[in-house]
């Protein structure tokens, strides 16, 4: 079933500064581009930006070989026009991306210790948006996910992270002090899927400044 878009619609700024031509979106742990926040993203630019492209790829299971089919997905893309979004585990690896391309993030509820907290999920795992297909989590991609890490590498003036202190599966506190010196949208309760992100587009779209039409 399509989005409703008009429940989520908001009035659109006059002017921007139309500097971001591309947009990738990656998902978090078990979900998919199916996701309520990917969904909404995708019939957003295709609105009201139609000459940006947009990538939203289903991430395999394993780490490495994740980030190894974004980075040729992006290996024309300009780092200077180009930014990425990332939701929990997508966070990650958001900002490895954005390490790797210098270019424009926005961090949904991100993971900041991806390889300690999904270590307990090693096994067969369940697809959020499709209860009937699994994956199995192998141990050696808690490893991946440490090879991963950019902590401390990250430019984080191109960073905004949106953080809910009623996040249920990752404490803001961690996220709070691993983005700080970026720009952070900090929200006093919510969740971890961010139910409310419609309302908080406005503040995402003036940081990504997306290119409009001529």
């Known amino acids: 079933m ?26 978090g742990f078990r979900s ?34 994740a980030m190894q089919e974004v980075a040729d997905g992006i290996s024309t893309w300009p780092g200077h026009a180009m930014a990425v979004i990332g939701s929990s585990l997508g966070g990650f690896y958001a900002s490895w991306v954005a390490t790797r391309k210098h270019c424009k993030s926005v961090l949904l509820n991100p993971a900041v210790n991806p390889a300690r907290d999904l270590e307990k999920y090693i096994g067969e795992v369940t697809s ?23 902590t401390g590498r990250q430019d984080l003036r191109d960073a905004l992270a949106v953080i809910a202190k009623g996040d249920e599966v990752l404490d803001w506190r961690e996220m709070l002090e691993r983005y700080r010196q970026g720009k952070v949208l900090l929200l006093e309760g919510g969740d971890h899927a961010l139910s409310d992100f419609a309302q908080h587009l406005p503040t995402i779209l003036a940081h990504l400044n997306l290119a409009q039409p001529d």
């Open 32 to 65: 998919s581009p199916k996701s309520a926040k990917a969904r909404l993203m995708a019939e957003l630019v295709a609105r009201h930006y139609p000459q940006v492209r947009w990538w939203c790829p289903q991430l395999p299971p394993s780490p490495k070989q």
């Open 128 to 150: 959020w948006h499709d209860p009937g297909e699994n994956f199995y989590f192998r141990p050696e991609f808690v490893e991946e996910l440490r090879e991963l890490d950019c």
């Open 2 to 27: 399509p989005l409703n878009f008009r429940a989520y619609d908001f009035p659109m700024p006059e002017t921007y500064n139309a500097a971001t031509t591309h947009l990738l979106y990656l998902h």
